[in-house]
C-alpha cells in the first residue's frame, strides 16, 4: 500500500529521546555536509498505536509526528508508504522502494547486519501490569503463588516461563491462544478486574495507562532493549542527517511534546455518567442545542447528550489529539468549515461545524445503514474515530458473518477487530489499525446519557 502524505490529509470522508543509533562513529560528518535530504524522501511505516494511524480522519502517531515535523523543517515531501510487518518493512527497505524505516527496528545484531539504525531512540522492557488497589507486587519473588496471563508462546510467555525457572517455580502462568488474544486485550482485562496479571512492553504498557489509570506498570521484568528508525547500510549519509537533524534543540523538544501526548496525556473517557438533571436543563447550551439539531434532524437532548460526552460542556477543553471546545472539533474539520482552531472556543461555533460534520456523515452511511435510529449510532461512532474505521467495520463485519447494519453486537464488535493485525490488515480493510474500544464505549455513553435525558427533560 504506497501513501502519498499529501494525499493522506484529503482522506476525510466527512468534509473533510534522539541517539545516534548506527553504533558507528559519527566521525564521518563529512558525508552529512556532503548530503542534503532528497526533494522526496520515500519512508516506510507499520499501522501501530505507537507508530501510524488515523484518528477522525487525521494521521498521527509518535514516529508519525516526528517525521512530518523534520519533513516540514527540511521542506521535503514525504512519500509514504504502509507496511504490514518488521519483515515487509525491510524487504520494502532493501529492494530501495523506501529510503527509511520509520518504525522502531530493535538494535540486535540480526538487524545490525541489515541495517543502519538512527533517528529517535525508543528503550522498552517488559514489565507486569497489575491494578494500582489492593497489594501490589514491588519484587519479582512474590509472583509466587500469583496468576499471570499471557498469550501462548509470545515474547512475554517466554519470559515469565523463565523467571518462573529462575525463582524454582510456582507462579502461576495461563497461557491464552495466542490468535484470539492482544496484549490490548489483556490491559483491558487486567483494569476492568477480570484478570489479575499480565506482562508487556513497557512502551505499550505506558500508553495503555494513558485509558487506563488505575493500572500498575512500574515492575520491570526484563532489561531495556533499544529501538530505532532505518536506513540501508548504503544509505549512511541519510542516517547521519537524521541524526544531526534530531540532534537539534528543537526536534528534541518536539520529541518531548510528542511523547508526553501519546504516552503521558490521559485518553480515558469517564466511566461513570453522573450528572444533575432536577433543573429541568441539561446545559447552559440547550437553546444552541434545540437551534442546531434542527439542521440535523435529531432531537436536540441527543445531540447535547453527545456534548456533554465529548467536553462536559466546557469549552476550553483540548484533548490529547487536539481537539477543542464543547464538541470537541479537530482543528483540521474546523479549517476544513473555514473556521478558524482558536474559535471553536466559542460553543455557538463548535455546535454549528459538529452538527455539519454529523450530517455529512449520516449522509455518507446512508449508503449503508437505511435505518434512520440504526444509522444515528453508525453517525456518533464515526464522529469519534471519523467515517473511515467505520467504513472499515463495516466491510470486516460482511466479511465475517455479522450484519453489516446493526451497530449494537455486530459493526461494534467489527470495529474492535480492527485492533488485530489479522484484520487491519485484510484486504477489505483500507484505513488499518483503529482502537475500537474507545469508540464502542463513547457510543454507549452517549446513548445512556440520551435516556436519561429522554425520562427528565422534556423535548
Known amino acids: 500500500m504506497r501513501i502519498s502524505v499529501s494525499v493522506v490529509f484529503t482522506v476525510c470522508l466527512v468534509l473533510t529521546l534522539c541517539g545516534c543509533g548506527s553504533g558507528e562513529s559519527q566521525a564521518d560528518a563529512t558525508d552529512t555536509v556532503r548530503h542534503e535530504f532528497p526533494d522526496t524522501l520515500r519512508v516506510a511505516t507499520i499501522y501501530s498505536p505507537k507508530s501510524y494511524f488515523i484518528y477522525r480522519d487525521e494521521p498521527m502517531g509518535f514516529d508519525y509526528a516526528l517525521l512530518s515535523g523534520l519533513a516540514a523543517d527540511k521542506k521535503v515531501h514525504l512519500d509514504l508508504q504502509i507496511a504490514s510487518s518488521i519483515s515487509n518493512a525491510l524487504s ?207 432531537d436536540w437532548r441527543l445531540l447535547a447528550s453527545q456534548g456533554f460526552v465529548e467536553s462536559r460542556f466546557d469549552s476550553s477543553v483540548v484533548s490529547w489529539a487536539g481537539a477543542r471546545g464543547i464538541m470537541q472539533i479537530m482543528p483540521g474539520t474546523a479549517r476544513a468549515n473555514g473556521v478558524a482552531p482558536e474559535a471553536l472556543v466559542n460553543p455557538g461555533t463548535s455546535v454549528e461545524v459538529a452538527v455539519k460534520v454529523l450530517a455529512a456523515t449520516d449522509r455518507i452511511m446512508q449508503r449503508y445503514v437505511s435505518d434512520p435510529v440504526q444509522r444515528q449510532k453508525f453517525v456518533l461512532a464515526a464522529y469519534n474515530s471519523g467515517a473511515a474505521h467505520i467504513i472499515d467495520a463495516i466491510a470486516l463485519a460482511g466479511k465475517y458473518g455479522l450484519k453489516a447494519d446493526v451497530w449494537d453486537g455486530n459493526v461494534e464488535e467489527a470495529l474492535l477487530m480492527k485492533s488485530n493485525p489479522q484484520y487491519y490488515n485484510d484486504p477489505v480493510v483500507k484505513y488499518g489499525y483503529f482502537r475500537g474500544r474507545q469508540t464502542v464505549e463513547y457510543v454507549k455513553q452517549v446513548s445512556a446519557f440520551y435516556e436519561r435525558c429522554k425520562k427528565n427533560i422534556k423535548a
Open 92 to 298: 520494502m527497505l532493501d529492494s530501495g522502494y523506501v529510503d527509511v524505516v520509520a518504525y522502531e527496528i530493535p538494535v540486535t545484531g540480526e538487524y545490525n547486519r541489515r541495517v543502519v539504525h538512527c533517528g529517535p531512540e525508543s528503550l522498552s522492557h517488559q514489565v507486569l501490569v497489575q491494578p494500582k488497589s489492593g497489594k501490589t507486587v514491588t519484587d519479582v519473588t512474590e509472583l509466587v503463588g500469583k496468576d499471570i496471563y499471557v498469550a501462548d508462546k509470545s515474547k512475554y510467555y517466554y519470559r515469565i516461563m523463565n523467571l518462573n525457572d529462575e525463582l524454582g517455580g510456582g507462579i502461576n502462568v495461563h497461557a491464552l491462544k495466542a490468535d484470539s488474544i492482544l496484549a490490548e486485550d489483556l490491559l483491558e482485562k487486567v483494569a476492568q478486574g477480570e484478570l489479575p496479571m499480565t506482562v508487556v512492553d513497557s512502551d505499550i504498557a505506558r500508553l495503555n495507562r494513558t485509558y487506563y489509570p488505575n493500572l500498575d506498570i512500574t515492575l520491570a521484568l526484563s532489561f531495556d532493549q533499544k529501538a530505532q528508525w532505518a536506513v540501508r547500510p548504503d544509505h549512511k549519509w541519510l542516517a547521519d542527517s537524521i541524526n544531526a537533524y534530531f540532534g537539534d534543540e528543537r526536534p528534541r523538544r518536539q520529541i518531548n511534546v510528542e511523547y508526553r501526548r501519546y504516552f503521558e496525556l490521559s485518553k480515558a473517557l469517564p466511566t461513570v455518567l453522573t450528572y444533575d438533571l432536577s433543573s429541568g436543563r441539561i446545559s447552559p447550551y440547550d437553546d444552541l442545542f434545540r437551534k442546531q439539531a434542527k439542521n440535523l434532524g435529531w
